[in-house]
Protein backbone atom coordinates (compact mmCIF):
# COMPACT_ATOMS: atom_id res chain seq x y z
CA UNK A 1 0.00 0.00 0.00
CA UNK A 2 1.40 2.99 -0.83
CA UNK A 3 0.11 5.42 1.70
CA UNK A 4 -0.07 9.13 1.06
CA UNK A 5 -0.41 11.60 4.32
CA UNK A 6 -1.48 15.09 4.10
CA UNK A 7 -0.78 18.07 6.46
CA UNK A 8 -3.03 19.82 8.08
CA UNK A 9 -6.14 17.81 8.02
CA UNK A 10 -7.70 21.10 8.49
CA UNK A 11 -7.23 24.40 8.21
CA UNK A 12 -9.39 27.98 9.22
CA UNK A 13 -7.70 31.00 7.72
CA UNK A 14 -9.01 34.57 6.43
CA UNK A 15 -9.36 35.93 3.33
CA UNK A 16 -5.89 37.08 2.11
CA UNK A 17 -3.75 35.07 4.49
CA UNK A 18 -1.34 32.50 2.41
CA UNK A 19 -1.36 28.66 3.46
CA UNK A 20 0.41 25.07 2.56
CA UNK A 21 -0.61 22.09 2.45
CA UNK A 22 1.11 19.51 2.15
CA UNK A 23 1.72 15.12 0.97
CA UNK A 24 4.04 13.31 2.60
CA UNK A 25 4.66 9.63 1.78
CA UNK A 26 7.92 7.09 2.09
CA UNK A 27 6.67 5.79 -1.59
CA UNK A 28 7.99 7.68 -4.83
CA UNK A 29 5.56 8.02 -7.84
CA UNK A 30 5.36 8.23 -10.97
CA UNK A 31 3.47 11.18 -11.06
CA UNK A 32 1.10 12.76 -8.52
CA UNK A 33 -1.89 14.79 -8.93
CA UNK A 34 -4.24 17.72 -6.70
CA UNK A 35 -7.44 17.41 -6.85
CA UNK A 36 -10.32 19.68 -5.17
CA UNK A 37 -13.87 18.33 -4.56
CA UNK A 38 -17.14 19.83 -2.88
CA UNK A 39 -19.54 19.01 -1.31
CA UNK A 40 -21.83 16.34 -2.81
CA UNK A 41 -19.74 15.93 -5.45
CA UNK A 42 -16.57 14.22 -6.88
CA UNK A 43 -13.01 15.27 -7.26
CA UNK A 44 -11.79 17.99 -9.97
CA UNK A 45 -8.08 17.54 -11.20
CA UNK A 46 -6.30 20.58 -10.64
CA UNK A 47 -2.89 19.66 -11.73
CA UNK A 48 -1.09 16.76 -12.33
CA UNK A 49 2.85 17.42 -11.61
CA UNK A 50 5.40 14.02 -13.21
CA UNK A 51 8.84 15.33 -12.73
CA UNK A 52 10.93 15.45 -9.42
CA UNK A 53 11.78 19.35 -8.44
CA UNK A 54 8.54 20.63 -11.08
CA UNK A 55 6.73 23.64 -10.22
CA UNK A 56 3.22 24.41 -11.51
CA UNK A 57 1.01 27.82 -11.10
CA UNK A 58 -2.20 28.02 -11.61
CA UNK A 59 -3.13 31.74 -10.84
CA UNK A 60 -2.72 32.10 -6.97
CA UNK A 61 -1.97 28.03 -6.50
CA UNK A 62 1.41 26.92 -6.94
CA UNK A 63 2.38 23.15 -6.79
CA UNK A 64 5.55 21.47 -6.22
CA UNK A 65 7.17 17.74 -6.74
CA UNK A 66 9.97 16.82 -4.16
CA UNK A 67 12.80 16.12 -5.86
CA UNK A 68 12.55 12.40 -4.88
CA UNK A 69 8.86 12.55 -6.08
CA UNK A 70 7.85 11.05 -2.98
CA UNK A 71 6.21 14.42 -1.72
CA UNK A 72 4.46 17.16 -2.92
CA UNK A 73 2.86 20.67 -1.63
CA UNK A 74 0.40 23.03 -2.78
CA UNK A 75 0.82 26.82 -2.09
CA UNK A 76 -2.53 29.50 -2.42
CA UNK A 77 -1.30 33.02 -2.15
CA UNK A 78 -3.76 35.29 -0.86
CA UNK A 79 -6.90 32.80 -0.16
CA UNK A 80 -9.97 33.67 -0.83
CA UNK A 81 -13.74 32.38 0.39
CA UNK A 82 -13.98 30.51 -3.04
CA UNK A 83 -11.00 28.57 -2.02
CA UNK A 84 -13.33 26.79 0.60
CA UNK A 85 -13.09 23.09 -0.21
CA UNK A 86 -11.48 19.26 0.19
CA UNK A 87 -8.35 19.03 -1.22
CA UNK A 88 -6.63 15.84 -1.82
CA UNK A 89 -3.27 14.65 -3.14
CA UNK A 90 -3.54 11.58 -5.35
CA UNK A 91 -0.34 9.63 -6.36
CA UNK A 92 0.00 7.56 -9.18
CA UNK A 93 1.74 3.87 -9.21
CA UNK A 94 5.32 3.75 -10.64
CA UNK A 95 3.55 0.73 -12.69
CA UNK A 96 0.72 3.34 -13.86
CA UNK A 97 -2.29 1.56 -12.79
CA UNK A 98 -2.98 2.68 -9.25
CA UNK A 99 -4.50 6.14 -8.20
CA UNK A 100 -4.16 6.58 -4.07
CA UNK A 101 -5.92 9.48 -2.35
CA UNK A 102 -4.04 10.92 0.18
CA UNK A 103 -6.57 11.82 3.49
CA UNK A 104 -7.19 15.04 2.27
CA UNK A 105 -6.77 18.75 3.94
CA UNK A 106 -10.08 20.78 4.45
CA UNK A 107 -9.82 24.45 3.86
CA UNK A 108 -12.18 26.82 5.11
CA UNK A 109 -11.36 30.68 3.84
CA UNK A 110 -13.48 33.44 6.03
CA UNK A 111 -14.27 36.44 4.26
CA UNK B 1 -21.14 13.15 -23.18
CA UNK B 2 -22.50 11.76 -19.82
CA UNK B 3 -19.15 10.96 -18.37
CA UNK B 4 -19.13 8.41 -15.80
CA UNK B 5 -22.29 7.50 -14.58
CA UNK B 6 -22.97 5.96 -11.35
CA UNK B 7 -26.21 4.35 -10.16
CA UNK B 8 -28.08 4.52 -7.57
CA UNK B 9 -27.62 8.12 -5.92
CA UNK B 10 -28.40 6.98 -2.48
CA UNK B 11 -29.29 3.43 -1.08
CA UNK B 12 -30.17 1.33 2.06
CA UNK B 13 -29.49 -1.59 3.21
CA UNK B 14 -30.14 -3.82 6.04
CA UNK B 15 -27.63 -5.78 6.93
CA UNK B 16 -26.41 -8.89 5.46
CA UNK B 17 -28.09 -7.68 2.14
CA UNK B 18 -26.55 -7.32 -1.22
CA UNK B 19 -26.41 -4.91 -3.94
CA UNK B 20 -24.37 -4.04 -6.86
CA UNK B 21 -23.34 -0.45 -7.50
CA UNK B 22 -23.43 0.32 -11.13
CA UNK B 23 -21.07 2.36 -12.85
CA UNK B 24 -20.42 3.03 -16.35
CA UNK B 25 -18.23 5.63 -18.85
CA UNK B 26 -18.73 6.86 -22.30
CA UNK B 27 -15.19 7.64 -22.55
CA UNK B 28 -13.33 4.81 -23.78
CA UNK B 29 -11.91 4.56 -20.80
CA UNK B 30 -9.32 1.71 -20.26
CA UNK B 31 -8.90 3.06 -16.74
CA UNK B 32 -11.34 2.23 -13.99
CA UNK B 33 -11.90 2.83 -10.14
CA UNK B 34 -13.93 2.35 -7.04
CA UNK B 35 -13.18 4.09 -4.01
CA UNK B 36 -15.40 4.97 -0.44
CA UNK B 37 -14.92 8.13 1.43
CA UNK B 38 -16.24 8.47 5.14
CA UNK B 39 -17.24 11.50 6.24
CA UNK B 40 -14.47 14.17 5.95
CA UNK B 41 -11.87 12.08 5.03
CA UNK B 42 -10.14 10.96 1.72
CA UNK B 43 -10.93 8.83 -0.83
CA UNK B 44 -9.85 4.95 -0.36
CA UNK B 45 -8.96 2.72 -2.94
CA UNK B 46 -11.37 -0.08 -3.21
CA UNK B 47 -10.58 -2.38 -6.71
CA UNK B 48 -9.48 -0.81 -9.92
CA UNK B 49 -9.19 -2.00 -13.37
CA UNK B 50 -7.05 -1.39 -16.43
CA UNK B 51 -9.07 -3.00 -19.07
CA UNK B 52 -12.12 -5.41 -19.78
CA UNK B 53 -11.10 -8.62 -18.31
CA UNK B 54 -8.93 -7.33 -15.72
CA UNK B 55 -9.02 -6.60 -12.44
CA UNK B 56 -7.40 -5.81 -8.97
CA UNK B 57 -7.27 -5.23 -5.26
CA UNK B 58 -6.87 -1.97 -3.82
CA UNK B 59 -6.28 -0.80 -0.49
CA UNK B 60 -9.58 -2.05 1.45
CA UNK B 61 -10.96 -4.69 -0.89
CA UNK B 62 -12.56 -6.83 1.88
CA UNK B 63 -16.26 -6.99 1.57
CA UNK B 64 -16.28 -6.25 -2.16
CA UNK B 65 -15.97 -7.52 -5.65
CA UNK B 66 -15.83 -6.37 -9.17
CA UNK B 67 -15.59 -7.62 -12.81
CA UNK B 68 -15.14 -5.61 -15.75
CA UNK B 69 -16.59 -7.45 -19.05
CA UNK B 70 -16.82 -4.61 -20.73
CA UNK B 71 -14.66 -0.98 -21.49
CA UNK B 72 -17.61 0.93 -20.27
CA UNK B 73 -18.90 -0.71 -16.68
CA UNK B 74 -17.00 -1.78 -13.72
CA UNK B 75 -19.67 -2.70 -11.48
CA UNK B 76 -19.25 -3.10 -7.14
CA UNK B 77 -20.26 -5.89 -4.94
CA UNK B 78 -21.48 -5.71 -1.98
CA UNK B 79 -22.16 -9.62 -0.80
CA UNK B 80 -23.05 -9.15 2.87
CA UNK B 81 -23.64 -5.46 3.73
CA UNK B 82 -22.50 -4.55 7.35
CA UNK B 83 -22.49 -1.35 9.45
CA UNK B 84 -18.47 -0.77 8.42
CA UNK B 85 -19.89 -0.13 4.73
CA UNK B 86 -21.63 2.99 5.42
CA UNK B 87 -20.08 5.47 2.92
CA UNK B 88 -20.32 7.33 0.06
CA UNK B 89 -18.77 5.62 -3.19
CA UNK B 90 -17.12 7.07 -6.24
CA UNK B 91 -16.31 5.35 -9.48
CA UNK B 92 -13.78 6.81 -11.78
CA UNK B 93 -12.41 6.63 -14.96
CA UNK B 94 -9.44 7.72 -17.20
CA UNK B 95 -7.45 6.95 -19.79
CA UNK B 96 -3.98 6.59 -19.21
CA UNK B 97 -2.00 6.98 -16.12
CA UNK B 98 -0.78 11.29 -16.29
CA UNK B 99 -4.28 12.34 -17.32
CA UNK B 100 -7.26 13.31 -15.42
CA UNK B 101 -9.03 10.83 -13.70
CA UNK B 102 -13.16 12.08 -13.97
CA UNK B 103 -15.34 11.18 -11.55
CA UNK B 104 -19.16 10.06 -10.61
CA UNK B 105 -21.37 12.00 -8.43
CA UNK B 106 -21.38 9.20 -5.94
CA UNK B 107 -23.60 6.80 -4.27
CA UNK B 108 -24.26 7.54 -0.83
CA UNK B 109 -24.82 3.92 0.88
CA UNK B 110 -26.15 3.70 4.63
CA UNK B 111 -26.27 0.06 6.10
CA UNK B 112 -28.79 -0.54 9.07
Known amino acids: TQLLEQSPQFLSIQEGENLTVYCNSSSVFSSLQWYRQEPGEGPVLLVT?????EVKKLKRLTFQFGDARKDSSLHITAAQPGDTGLYLC???????????FGGGTRLMVKP | NAGVTQTPKFRILKIGQSMTLQCAQDMNHNYMYWYRQDPGMGLKLIYY???????DKGEVPNGYNVSRSTTEDFPLRLELAAPSQTSVYFC???????????FGQGTRLTVV
Open chain 1, 49 to 53: VVTGG
Open chain 2, 49 to 55: SVGAGIT
Open chain 1, 90 to 100: AGVSRAGNMLT
Open chain 2, 92 to 102: ASRWDPLSEAF
